[in-house]
Structure formats: C-alpha cells, structure tokens
C-alpha cells in the first residue's frame, strides 16, 4: 500500500486564483511531512514541513499546509497563485525527520493567464 | 554557498554496461540520501549514508545497484549490467546531522538503450 497519497496528479489553474493540492498519509508510516517543489529544470526544494506542533504550518512563497490527524491528511494550498507557480509538487512523509523520504507521485500544477 | 552538485547531468549508456553516477554534498553535511525518479513518479529511496556507512539500504532495487561514501564526503552510486528499466533521474540529498531538511541535487539523468 503506498504510504503517501496524492490525488490529483495535474491541477490547472488561472493566474491569482486559489489553489488546493491534496496529500493523504498512511498513519503507520509517516509522522513527519513535507511539500517539495520541482521547478522545470530544478531540484526539489523544500516549501514547508510538519514535524509536531501547530497543525497549520506556514511555507515559502506564501503556501501553507494544515495537518489534520483524523483524516491523515496534509493538503497545501495558496490563496492567490502567480505564474511563476507553475512547478510540479511533492508530498512526502518519514517515520523519522532524519530518515528517508517516501513522497506521493507528484502534481503538475498549470497556472495560466 | 554551494549546493549538492551531480555528474554526469545527463549519462547515456547501452544496456549492459556499468555506470557511475557521482554526487557532491554540501560541505559539512553528514547524512546522504540516494533517491530514483522514474517519469511520472515521485522519487524513491534508494539508499541513506550517515557518514562513511550506509545506515539504510533498504531501497536499493537488487545487487546491481552499489552505493560507497568512503571519505563521508563525496558519493558514488554504481550500477553494473544496465538494464533498461534503470533509466531514471538519479537523485542525491544531502543534511547536516540530525536535520530535518533534505537539500536536493539537480539529478543526473541516466537513459539506458
């Protein structure tokens, strides 16, 4: 069963519209999370991580993401997106924050005028 | 300061063939991670240093694949008798001891004909 979930696998979206990219968890496995950005030609670079405390945690270049225990989810979202967003974005879990990722398939975010 | 550096970028070899893929870490970090992203996928874990030693190997796919670190610096990652199925993008990351934050390397991408 895969560990981390991500739903959409291409998300389009116009230019300062909101955004929502879901992530779901397996709970035996992942309790540290993570977003990761891919930009074309680009490494991965972290946005933002969760690793105990405060269930909403605040990222780079205005993304946030809320942990939510009960439903094993940790969904990202922006309010207003720009173009420059256009990236493919990964969610990820470990069971230690040390150790090894395992991250969802990616979603291909499409931000248009 | 510099990032996590990968050689080749780009590798193409025929089938059969013994490659290595080489990754520069971030001077001063300890732990090491090799990751393999296959198109469509997000990466997945091959093999985990801290240190000289490989303290997870878990994901490495069969005895084909071989990962040193002898120095606790520089990383090689060495596939013998290629096959077509290897052809990915070879991910390295590097953190300092302890961290939570895995920096990525660009990838080399390795096409297997």
């Known amino acids: 069963a895969q560990s981390v979930t991500q739903l959409d696998s291409q998300v389009p979206v116009f230019e300062e519209a909101p955004v929502e990219l879901r992530c779901n968890y397996s709970?035996?496995?992942?309790?540290?999370l993570f977003w990761y950005v891919q930009y074309p030609n680009q490494g991965l670079q972290l946005l933002l991580k969760?690793?105990?405390?405060?269930?909403l945690v605040k990222g780079i270049n205005g993304f946030e993401a809320e942990f939510n225990k009960s439903q094993t989810s940790f969904h990202l979202r922006k309010p207003s997106v720009h173009i420059s967003d256009t990236a493919e974005y990964f969610c990820a879990g470990a069971k230690d924050s040390w150790g090894k990722l395992q991250f969802g398939a990616g979603t291909q975010v499409v931000v248009t005028p | 300061g510099a990032g996590v550096s990968q050689t080749p970028s780009n590798k193409v070899t025929e089938k059969g063939k013994y490659v290595e893929l080489r990754c520069d870490p971030i001077?001063?970090?300890?732990?090491l991670y090799w990751y393999r992203q296959s198109l469509g996928q997000g990466p997945e874990f091959l093999i985990y240093f801290q240190g000289t030693g490989a303290a997870d190997d878990s994901g490495l796919p069969n005895d084909r694949f071989f990962a040193v670190r002898p120095e606790g610096s520089v990383s090689t990652l060495k596939i013998q008798r290629t096959e077509r199925g290897d052809s990915a993008v070879y991910l390295c990351?590097?953190?300092?001891?302890?961290?939570?934050?895995?920096?990525f390397g660009p990838g080399t991408r390795l096409t297997v004909l």
């Open positions: 001077s001063g970090h300890t732990a």
């Open positions: 990351a590097s953190s300092p001891q302890g961290a939570d934050t895995q920096y």
């Open positions: 969760y690793l105990s405390g405060s269930t």
């Open positions: 709970s035996s496995v992942s309790v540290y």
